[in-house]
């Protein structure tokens, strides 16, 4: 049973008494110092999330720029964005994109997605082509 005490308290899964003692017994009747085992999380994953922008002037697209520096994906909501301003803006935003190595979308008509590069896009866009970048107007 020498073994398997060992293994148990290599994992973590020894007794309290041994904790606070910091002596643990090995099944021999001999008691050794614990060690303590490297710990790491086996549900590392970061939780995900997507930002939505709906910017308003040229400088609140730098907020997108920042999101996807930081490696999160970004949703641009440019509805209500004049047409020269919403084609700035998408420009400026695919540049960054680009330069990250991420991936674009137009998922809708004044509606963008922009992904870092660990994120790629999957999209089953039918036979239409509504889905072209510009004109945005």
């Not at 907020?63 to 700035?88: C, F, I, S, T, W």
Request: glycine fraction near 10%.
């Amino acid at each position: 049973m020498g073994a398997l005490n060992r293994l148990m308290t290599f994992l973590g899964f020894d007794d309290a008494e041994a904790e606070e003692s910091g002596i643990v017994p090995d099944g021999d009747g001999v008691e050794t110092p614990k060690r303590r085992a490297q710990l790491f999380g086996l549900h590392a994953q970061k939780q995900s999330e997507i930002v939505v922008l709906q910017p308003g002037t040229f400088e609140d697209a730098r907020a997108a720029a920042d999101y996807l520096k930081m490696r999160r994906p970004v949703v641009v909501n440019l509805q209500g964005a004049h047409g020269e301003l919403a084609r700035r803006i998408v420009d400026f935003t695919s540049g960054v994109t680009y330069a990250l190595d991420g991936h674009m979308l137009r998922v809708g008509e004044e509606i963008f997605l922009f992904t870092p590069s660990h994120i790629s896009i999957t999209a089953d866009l039918g036979s239409g082509n509504d889905h072209t970048l510009l004109p945005l107007e």
